[in-house]
């Protein structure tokens, strides 16, 4: 991967303090595709092992964005899809929707590279909001995000960096926020 444009890291004592983080991510994300439109497609790729807390990022993401549903983990059906309301939704010319396309993956049991040309999922890449665990198992395109968890004692480290000035200005905000 190219370098990143910007980088936030912290140390996550446990689930409850990923669960935070998460919900902070949701809000400025939410704030920006209310403000600047879901554009081309925004891309977060999920790194860590397993039982890193990519799921729980994930979960806590979709319930601060309102969803109240259940949210299954993709392991099986390596996609799990959500429409979203974006709350404060500014309508302008470029944006006729207040609602987003959200695809959840985990590619954890994609086969090969194939498999995930074959599912069609690339069609799924543009204008939604992206959120994937195990990105690695795919040839995807460079994310605007990528969250990379890992243990760190009884708790996580996590890495936020960005790698496109959506990116950029999503991880400005994430360190800013407190
Ligand atoms: P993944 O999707 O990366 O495989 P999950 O989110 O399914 O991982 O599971 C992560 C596990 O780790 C859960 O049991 C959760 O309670 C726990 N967990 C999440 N974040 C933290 C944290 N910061 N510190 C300690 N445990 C955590
Ligand atoms: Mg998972």
Same mark, same amino acid.
């Given at each position: 991967?190219?370098?990143? $444009?910007?980088?936030?890291?912290?140390? $996550?004592?446990? +689930?409850?303090?990923?669960?935070?983080?998460?919900?902070?991510?949701?809000?400025?994300?939410?704030? *920006?595709?209310?403000? *600047?439109?879901?554009?081309?497609?925004?891309?977060? %790729?999920?790194?860590?092992?397993?039982?890193?807390?990519?799921?729980? &990022?994930?979960?806590?993401?979709? /319930?601060?964005?309102?969803?109240?549903? /259940? @949210?299954?983990?993709?392991?099986?059906? =390596?996609?799990?899809?959500?429409? $979203?309301?974006?709350?404060?939704? !500014?309508?302008?010319?470029?944006?006729? %929707?207040?609602?987003?396309?959200?695809? *959840?993956?985990? =590619?954890?049991?994609? !086969?090969?590279?194939?498999? &995930?040309? +074959?599912?069609?999922? /690339?069609?799924?890449?543009?204008?939604?909001?992206?959120?994937?665990? &195990?990105?690695?198992?795919? $040839?995807?395109?460079?994310?605007? @995000?990528?969250?990379?968890?890992?243990?760190?004692?009884?708790?996580? #480290?996590?890495?936020?960096?960005?790698?496109?000035? @959506?990116?950029?200005?999503? @991880? #400005? *905000?994430?360190?800013?926020?407190?």
């Amino acid at each position: 991967m190219h370098n990143a $444009l910007g980088k936030y890291s912290v140390v $996550l004592q446990d +689930e409850m303090a990923t669960q935070i983080l998460a919900e902070k991510f949701a809000v400025v994300l939410m704030e *920006h595709i209310a403000t *600047h439109g879901i554009g081309l497609g925004i891309q977060c %790729h999920l790194s860590g092992d397993l039982g890193a807390g990519k799921t729980t &990022w994930v979960r806590a993401l979709l /319930r601060a964005c309102g969803y109240t549903g /259940r @949210v299954k983990s993709p392991t099986y059906t =390596l996609c799990e899809p959500y429409s $979203l309301t974006l709350k404060n939704f !500014r309508a302008n010319a470029n944006e006729k %929707h207040a609602y987003i396309d959200v695809y *959840h993956f985990d =590619l954890y049991r994609l !086969r090969d590279a194939r498999e &995930w040309e +074959e599912a069609g999922f /690339r069609d799924y890449l543009s204008g939604a909001l992206c959120l994937i665990e &195990w990105p690695e198992r795919a $040839l995807l395109p460079v994310p605007d @995000v990528i969250i990379t968890l890992s243990e760190k004692g009884s708790g996580r #480290d996590a890495q936020i960096e960005a790698y496109s000035p @959506v990116g950029k200005i999503l @991880v #400005d *905000h994430l360190s800013y926020a407190r």
